[in-house]
């Protein structure tokens, strides 16, 4: 999943490299790109829409917050390549939806991120991230989220 904002300060070029990588190596895969953006649309957008056009389960905006909800629950991972994070609300919002996080281990993200799962869920490089990825597809329930970790964010941000 994808639910971030499509800015360059996101690196969708990192995201969809390792969606590529990813493919290129036979490791299958669904993805749902939600979101949407008023300026220039990086150029990349419009790239993995045809490359990955056989994979895409949902792309653009949710017309509905049903439905945007349903992408949520529907995902089994979520994954942040950015730059540039204060918060990371889009990437809590799909945890809590059960949705397992590969994020980077800088900006926010280890702070929401309880210590004992920061070596599943944080990643130090674009190889570590491939790595991590490529093992919660093959070998696990494809990735839903351990509930220790689902339950840390809607306990400590009140998710009702």
Partial sequence: LW????????????????????RAEGVPF???VAGENFRNV????????????AVI????YAETR????????????????TEHEFFGISVLEAMAAGAFPLLPNRLSYP???PASQHAWCLY????????KAKD???????????????????ERFDWT
């Avoid at 990086?42 to 056009?53: C, G, I, V, W």
């Avoid at 130090?124 to 790595?131: K, N, P, T, V, Y």
């Fill in 3 to 22: 639910n971030q904002r499509w800015e360059h300060d996101k690196r969708p070029d990192r995201f969809f490299d390792l969606l590529y990588r990813l």
């Fill in 30 to 32: 669904r993805l749902a």
């Fill in 42 to 53: 990086p150029q990349e957008f419009d790239e993995a829409r045809t490359r990955l056009a």
């Fill in 57 to 60: 389960e949902h792309w653009g």
């Fill in 66 to 81: 049903a439905g945007y909800l349903r992408l949520l629950a529907e995902a089994d991972l979520v994954i942040s390549t």
């Fill in 111 to 113: 702070e929401l991120i």
């Fill in 124 to 131: 130090d490089d674009e190889e570590d991230l491939f790595l």
């Fill in 136 to 154: 919660r597809l093959q070998h696990h329930d494809p990735g839903r989220t351990p509930p220790l970790l689902r339950e840390s964010v809607v």
